[in-house]
């Protein structure tokens, strides 16, 4: 599976490059910011005078290698480049997961608990609303609120002008309020998204003949939901898990850009808009491993779960 | 039949039982006001075809109709603590008080054994869990013999190497076994066993129903055995309730049952019982069985029934009492 | 039908929508402000009598603006599922038709399309195309049918299996007919809920895309490009830039979610029973 994934993403990332009418460097003469140097090393990295699955072949010999080039804009190496956004991408996206987590369980349990009762149709509508709700544009009003209007919170960046010379814990109180707006915003769909799944998937365990069964046994019910219920309807959230993931890092290019977060999807668009191809494509590349990284631990996940699997 | 350890003192009664499940439309009933009386080590059978209530009677024994799926609509169910020598009207007493009587006093073991674990916790902690939930403090030691005993008396051994398996891993014999013992773990006095075989191969159900026969009397246990199979029951129980549309149309002791059955319904399912060497078709009863809620007035049975007339398509039968036994027919007062 | 209007969540999502086509057709005609006129002297304005959603920075009427948007973005959502109709019904009818081979490949084409971040593929697409609202309705279009494909070949899988149909290959039916007769119009339910959940994301990526510059290029006006300008001021305060235009996507993705939610509820038992 992971192979063949990984195979396919390289090839249209490749294909989508050349999809330019032209060549890429047609397209890059007439841009003031590439000087003709970055061309020749261009044309000579592509070989692209080449017919196209040599081109690609070749192209794919130097991934394997982690060789993505140079990028065009400062003739840095693309994963030197990418190595220092990364660390980035991965808090925010860490504190993402940890809220929505966090948030949709006991959303999830509340809502499932108490099934059809006003609560749950409460939150049911919270939750429709979570999903309809364009993200971008509540992250900027909540930016225009909290960090202009109200001034509480700063709306751009990861750290602050003076951070150099702040002590250990205010530095990381000046990451953490930068952290709030982009996590916040982010997190909206995916809670919405996870804590109605998480709700069907333990009304789904709760029908069960087992849970009935331990209710026979004098179990009380917040044994059955804590224990029975929560960690078999749990089991299905881990391939969720598995799917968030691209949704995820897609989502980062757009919020890293709207905060200026410092990380690998604001280093996407910046690339995307100067044309900046190695570093797209290396990207590229990056974002389908870590994808396929998120869904191998997934599985990995599911089996240490599920007993029924694990002994397959 | 009653040749195990009985008293005639009373351990459980419900009378006039009634519970419906909810559909889009309307209420759908499920029991129609059933009586039922067990004494003390004795064995009732419970038999009919499915949607005559069967199922639902042992459900609302101890509560267990989901709130979302139907309502338990009237009735009482009063059982006889030991102990206290108290009686406990199980259909109106608060949840917690309630949940000592699951498990501790009374007992299930359901049709499918694999649905009656959860699939991803191990044997040990079904029953660790089970034992908790009435034994606030124990010992781990304790607990342990205790499982090993059960498990023993159920044929199931090694006990360590059994309680540290999934229930996926056991065949449904197997399981089924352990589901007994699991039942039996809090020593309590009522075994309900909703069609405890009907999901097992023929000669594993042999198997069961020994190891059934075997704890009732080495735990002194009063058993309601639920199936679809006369033939099953005749093996186990002392008296027999004959359910039909959510309604008890015959009961009594199994063996007058069995030799003279009184109601036309009774008659069918015994005529309808395949016996071993004998030539002949099966005969089957006519008709289909109603859909629970599409009971008309008078009697269920009459659009099937080979004797019934005007007054059966009229008129609700009410029950004709002779000693023990009881039906209710028109035809046969 | 009958229940499909006793649906209030069906119901009111199509009032939404058409509300939002009754503007974008005859807003203009309504509201006789011109969206590209500027009028620097009047720029960034607050909303009052005379610009009743505010001005932008060039003076422009944001509420002209607004109601032009509404014919980009409603083009955009049902153009690019049009194309992603086009390509996802056929594909999941023949993998789960024909199976083996076919299948295989389609499959795992959708696999790796369904492990790609959406948003990066058009992101680069467009970026290599070129921005413009006829790229941007194309490529939201071919990255969107991996998700209905799945469902088409679910559903085409389980009818295949029954009976009518196995006894139709037997008597030797062609195969294209059974395909067309008997399971294309069992797939319709399911196709008709995620075209519906279709339209409403890729009004919203259109608008992403919009917004980062990538989609309808100003003075050309979009619910995205005017969030642009209220990203831009946003130390001025301009909040009309971003409430109006975040409403307007807004209560069209709700209202194409509530179509979908609501058709899901009528038309698939699986999911009703829950409810």
């Known amino acids: 599976m992971m192979i063949p994934v990984l195979f396919g993403i390289t090839l249209i990332t490749f294909f989508v490059m050349h999809l330019t009418p032209g060549s890429p460097v047609d397209g890059l003469m007439m841009s003031p910011e590439v000087d003709a140097g970055a061309i020749l090393r261009l044309r000579e990295t592509y070989g692209l005078d080449r017919p196209l699955h040599i081109q690609y072949f070749s192209w794919l010999s130097r991934v394997a290698t982690l060789n993505f080039g140079s990028s065009f804009r400062d003739g840095r190496k693309v994963t030197l480049k990418i190595a220092e956004r990364l660390p980035a991408t991965i808090l925010l996206n860490v504190v993402y997961l940890f809220l929505i987590f966090a948030l949709a369980i006991p959303i999830g349990i509340i809502s499932a608990v108490k099934h059809n009762k006003a609560i749950d149709k409460i939150l049911a509508v919270c939750v429709f609303a979570g999903y309809s709700v364009p993200a971008f544009v509540v992250a900027l009003i909540l930016m225009m609120y909290f960090g202009v209007e109200l001034g509480w919170l700063p709306v751009s960046g990861m750290v602050s002008i003076n951070y150099e010379f702040l002590p250990f814990w205010s530095k990381v109180a000046d990451i953490a309020s930068h952290l709030v707006l982009p996590a916040v915003s982010t997190a909206i769909g995916g809670l919405a998204f996870l804590s109605r799944y998480l709700r069907s998937s333990m009304l789904e365990v709760i029908k069960q003949d087992y849970i009935k069964a331990a209710r026979a046994r004098g179990i009380p019910e917040k044994s059955l939901v804590l224990v029975h219920t929560l960690r078999n309807a749990f089991i299905p959230m881990i391939t969720v898990f598995g799917l968030l993931l691209p949704a995820l890092i897609g989502g980062s290019v757009v919020f890293e850009t709207i905060f200026s977060w410092p990380g690998m999807g604001r280093l996407a668009y910046e690339a995307i808009m100067a044309r900046d191809y190695p570093v797209v494509m290396g990207i590229g590349v990056v974002m389908a491993v870590l994808t396929l990284i998120g869904n191998f631990l997934a599985d990995i996940g599911y089996a240490a779960a599920d007993p029924r699997i694990r002994y397959e | 039949m009653s040749k195990y350890c009985m008293s005639s003192g009373y351990i459980l009664e419900a009378e006039k039982v009634s519970a419906e499940y909810f559909s889009s439309e309307k209420d759908i009933p499920a029991l129609r006001g059933v009586d039922i009386s067990l004494r003390e080590g004795e064995c009732i059978g419970i038999a009919g075809e499915s949607g005559s209530g069967k199922s639902t009677l042992a459900l609302t024994l101890l509560q267990l109709i989901d709130e979302d799926e139907g309502r338990i609509s009237g009735g009482n169910i009063v059982f006889h603590e030991k102990a206290s020598g108290e009686k406990i009207n199980i259909s109106s007493i608060n949840k917690s008080r309630l949940r000592k009587v699951r498990g501790k006093e009374i007992s299930l073991i359901t049709q499918d054994p694999y649905t009656s674990f959860n699939p991803v916790i191990k044997l040990y902690r079904h029953f660790r869990e089970a034992y908790r939930v009435h034994n606030k403090v124990f010992k781990e030691r304790d607990l342990k013999d205790k499982v090993s005993e059960l498990l023993d008396s159920v044929n199931l051994r090694p006990a360590e190497k059994i309680l540290n398996s999934y229930p996926h891993q056991f065949s449904g014999g197997m399981l089924q076994r352990a589901s007994m013992a699991l039942a039996l773990l809090n020593g309590p006095r009522i075994l309900i066993a909703d069609e405890p075989t009907s999901s097992l191969d023929v000669t594993i159900q042999k198997k069961v129903m020994e190891t059934l026969k075997d704890l009732r009397c080495r735990y002194n246990l009063s058993i309601i055995f639920i199936s679809h199979d006369l033939n099953l029951i005749s093996e186990i129980a002392d008296r027999i309730y004959i359910l039909y549309a959510g309604k008890t149309v015959e009961s009594g002791p199994a063996s007058e049952i069995f030799k003279n059955p009184r109601h036309p319904y009774t008659e069918a399912l015994l005529k309808s019982l395949p016996k071993l060497g004998a030539r002949g078709s099966i005969i089957s009863i006519p008709g289909r069985a109603p859909q629970p809620g599409a009971v008309k007035e008078g009697c269920s049975f009459a659009p099937r029934c080979s004797y019934a007339d005007k007054k059966c398509f009229k008129k609700e039968p009410p029950p004709v009492l002779s000693g023990e036994r009881a039906w209710a027919c028109f035809k046969r007062q | ?275």
């Not at chain 3, 649906?7 to 509300?19: A, D, P, R, T, Y």
């Not at chain 3, 086509?21 to 500027?38: D, K």
């Not at chain 3, 196709?191 to 409403?200: F, M, P, T």
């Open chain 3, 1 to 275: 039908m009958n229940n499909l209007l006793k649906n209030k969540m069906v119901l009111s999502g199509l009032l939404i929508v058409f509300f939002f086509i009754f503007i974008s057709i005859l807003g203009p005609h309504i509201y006789r402000h011109s969206p590209v006129e500027q009028n620097i002297s009047h720029r960034l304005q607050a909303p009052s009598a005379r610009y009743i959603m505010g001005t932008d920075d060039l003076g422009r009427d944001v509420l002209a603006r607004v109601i032009a948007g509404s014919r980009i973005s409603l083009s955009v959502g049902f153009v690019s599922v049009g194309i992603a109709l086009l390509i996802g019904v056929p594909l999941g009818l023949i993998a789960g038709f024909y199976g083996k081979g076919a299948d295989r490949v389609i499959m795992r084409i959708v696999d790796i399309m369904l492990c790609f971040p959406t948003i990066f593929l058009i992101l680069m697409v467009i970026a290599f195309l070129g921005p413009s609202i006829y790229n941007v309705m194309i490529v939201i279009g071919l990255t969107s049918w991996p998700g209905l494909t799945r469902y088409v070949r679910a559903e085409t899988l389980s009818v295949r299996r029954r009976e009518y149909i196995q006894a139709a290959e037997i008597m030797g039916i062609k195969k294209a007919r059974i395909l067309f007769i008997h399971i294309l119009p069992n797939t319709i339910a399911p196709v008709i809920i995620s075209a519906a959940l279709g339209v409403g994301s890729a009004i919203l990526a259109e608008s992403i895309l919009s917004f980062l510059g990538l989609g309808v290029q100003p003075p050309h006006p979009s619910w995205g490009n005017i969030l642009t300008l209220g990203k831009e001021y946003i130390s001025h305060n301009t909040w009309w830039l971003l409430v109006f235009p975040g409403t307007a996507i807004l209560m069209t993705v709700v209202a194409f979610n509530l179509i979908g939610e609501g058709l899901r509820d009528v038309l698939d038992p699986r999911q009703r029973k829950e409810r």
